[in-house]
């Protein structure tokens, strides 16, 4: 697996920052009103800089005051968080319809799909420019094989950080970290683990399963300091549509990149339709031009399809049209939606579907299954990088 942890940094106070250039670079607090010290709620959140002064959530408000009263203090406005939340969450579903939020400010992804672990870090460090780009603000990412070790990479650099975890490289990675960093080890049992001798996590390493005497707790957290999760990210939605999406490293109007780029994007969207057994019937182009201006065109088809061929085509028209437009393109995407599966009740076409791609297709996901992804591919794509860094 190829888990992403996205975790935003100072959710609420970024966010006031962001939309109030003034408190930028200030301590800022958002939660109770302070009343001068004599508030009597607590501290939702802290920026960075307020957390110099030992300003931190869940403190009480009248603490954080006594200790930094030149803070700029906020009550906030869950409405806009939750917003904000939204947008981000979106931009995450557009890589991979396996997400799975832990909260308003942090979420898992999967992207096991459509990214080699190799290619992790770059896909990565695109997620973080577009969370940027379109909602001005910093996330960190921890990319590691499992959800375990995701989450602790992802707290190792902030803020704006990006830690990878590769496999083979989890014993390094968290050997000298201490047990506190363990799930599940909070005051207390990182007490009972100091009294056996264990203060960083590859001590635990010499304890055999069953030697800690904490019962099924204990034996949790020996296989969490070998770095074994076999957790798998859970959406807590239905995917709507699926789609990918590639930004170039240069504007372009040459119809061959062009072509190539669409042909791989509907090869990567017919993957992951046939890998969730459904199949869209509305074919949507995005594209951006080289002035950041973004736009879609759409077509619904007759019938829904999981057809690289038959997205391709639509898509493709749809792009001729831009192009006679004159512009620049800098960003091309595919997405289908009116997702259903291929059992769904639904009036039949007069002259039925030729099944023989679909064979094809599903043969191509097998052999990709046993040796690997990119094993197979159409020969006018040999000598086209695959989408591993630039999906949607």
């Known amino acids: 697996m190829l888990i992403f942890h996205v975790d935003m940094d100072a959710f609420y106070t970024s966010v006031e920052q962001r939309d109030h250039p003034e408190i930028r670079g200030k301590p800022v607090i958002v939660g109770a009103d302070p009343n001068g010290g004599a508030g009597r709620g607590v501290v939702a959140a802290s920026s960075y800089e307020a957390r110099q002064f030992g300003v931190y959530s869940a403190m009480p408000i009248s603490r954080a005051y006594r200790l930094c009263p030149q803070g700029v203090y906020l009550r906030g406005s869950m409405k806009k968080y939750s917003s904000v939340s939204k947008s981000i969450m979106s931009i995450l579903r557009s890589y991979s319809d396996l997400v799975e939020p832990l909260s308003i400010d942090e979420a898992f992804v999967d992207v096991s799909v459509i990214c080699r672990p190799e290619k992790g870090k770059v896909l990565a460090q695109e997620v973080k420019e577009n969370i940027f780009q379109q909602v001005r603000l910093k996330a960190s990412i921890g990319v590691a094989p499992n959800k375990f070790l995701a989450k602790i990479a992802s707290d190792l650099d902030k803020p704006d950080g990006l830690v990878v975890v590769a496999p083979g490289e989890e014993l390094d990675f968290l050997g000298p970290l201490p047990v506190e960093r363990l799930w599940g080890v909070g005051p207390k049992t990182a007490e009972r683990l100091h009294a ?11 304890i055999e399963p069953g030697g800690l005497p904490m019962g099924k707790h204990g034996d949790h957290i020996l296989k969490l300091s070998r770095g074994i999760d076999a957790r798998k990210v859970i959406p807590h939605h239905e ?13 372009t109007d040459d119809p061959e990149v062009m072509r190539k780029t669409l042909l791989n994007l509907a090869e990567a969207v017919a993957t992951r339709l046939r890998k969730h057994d459904v ?14 201006v973004t736009e879609t065109r759409s077509r619904t088809l007759p019938e829904p399809t999981s057809d690289a061929k038959e997205i391709f085509d639509v898509a493709m028209a749809q792009v001729e049209r831009v192009r006679g437009k004159g512009k620049k393109i800098r960003l091309l995407g595919i997405s289908l939606s009116k997702l259903e599966k291929p059992g769904a ?4 076409s007069l002259f039925g579907r030729d099944h023989r791609s679909d064979r094809l297709a599903l043969a191509r996901d097998r052999l990709e299954e046993r040796f690997g992804k990119g094993s197979l591919k159409r020969a006018s794509l040999m000598d086209t990088p695959p989408l591993d860094h630039d999906v949607q």
């Open 279 to 292: 199949r869209g019937k509305t074919v949507t182009l995005k594209f951006r031009d080289a002035d950041f």
């Open 196 to 206: 056996l001798g264990c203060r960083a996590i590859r001590d635990l390493w010499r």
């Open 239 to 251: 995917a709507k549509s699926i789609g990918h999406e590639t930004t170039f490293l240069e504007d």
């Open 345 to 348: 009740a639904r009036q039949l």
